[in-house]
């Protein structure tokens, strides 16, 4: 209990620190959003001031941020420049596709590289250990931009014999079906940025649970276990995966809580209806305070999860209590 509040401490202050640093970080981005937002308008001078004043941008800085603490504590994210809604509403209705999109992509990429990564680093040399983990580190070191766009112009557009496979643009099509036909189009629409995501993501699992099986496998009581007469499956899925997979956990955790952000490059390239393409629109504009909501709820839900990692972490290992 002593550790798990500690910990809770740490993340207080970690949140306390993302609050200041949300606020002033952004003001330094270049840019005026109320001209951003005049343009095609052909305002006055006189009336950009009024639309200052009425964003509150004509108020000393100093008492900007306290407005934004005060609000931020009762949970008000304020109302955004451009779409001149409430920041919450906006992050509740996007949080939902992204969620969709970037959850399970998460699945599929912890499934695939923990499996992978089990048995490369089982059959450490092997044609199996060599093909997965260079596929795996070249996906990886890939730019997600440009595998989005690769993969829309091979899949979505087609490329000479290759059809069209896959929609590529939004979540659903103009005259999607009801009922079952539905999840079918939204399944579709989901195929090529989810593998997206899975193919520069899936290897960091599988290189972390490589190297740790690895690890394990030199240990002295997989040795007692394969003397006592045990097949390697069974060491291998009773003795030294449940050991090698603790570091995995802290990796898996803090992925989830960037799960809430979304991923923006692939939101942007697929016109997918998320947070990650609402920040992007934030930052471009730039709308201070849609980007301030935005990125507290990714910082917040990331430092969540990474404490809630080092508490279950704790709970695992009893080479982490006793230390």
Known sequence: MQ?????????????????????????LLPGDPVRNLAQGRNMTPDQLDLERRRLGLDKPLIDQFLNFVSDTLRLDLGTSYEYKRPVIDLIGERIGPTLLLTGTGLVIAVSLG?????????????????????????????PTFWLGLLLMMVFGVGIGPIPSLFPFRGIESVDAPDGFGYLLDVASHMVLPCLTLVAVVYAQYLM???????????????????????????????????????????????????????????????????????????????????????FMLITVSVIVMNTLADVVYHLLDPRVRSA
């Open 114 to 142: 923990i499996w992978q990564g089990t048995r490369a680093g089982w059959r450490h040399g092997s044609r199996f250990d060599r093909v997965s983990t260079g596929v795996s580190l070249l996906l990886w070191s890939v």
């Open 3 to 27: 550790y798990a509040l500690s910990k809770a401490g740490g993340a207080l202050f970690s949140i306390a620190m993302v609050l200041v640093g949300t606020f002033f970080v952004f003001r």
């Open 208 to 294: 972390v649970m490589r190297s740790s099986l690895l690890e394990e496998v030199s240990q002295d009581y997989v040795t007692v276990a394969r003397a006592k007469g045990l097949r390697d499956d069974e060491v291998r899925r009773r003795h030294a995966v449940p050991n090698a997979l603790l570091p995995t956990v802290t990796l898996v955790f803090m992925r989830i809580g960037f799960v809430v952000g979304g991923a923006v490059t692939v939101e942007y390239i697929y016109t997918w209806p998320g947070l990650g393409q609402l920040f992007y629109r934030a930052i471009e504009v730039p709308d201070f305070t849609l980007m301030q909501g935005t």
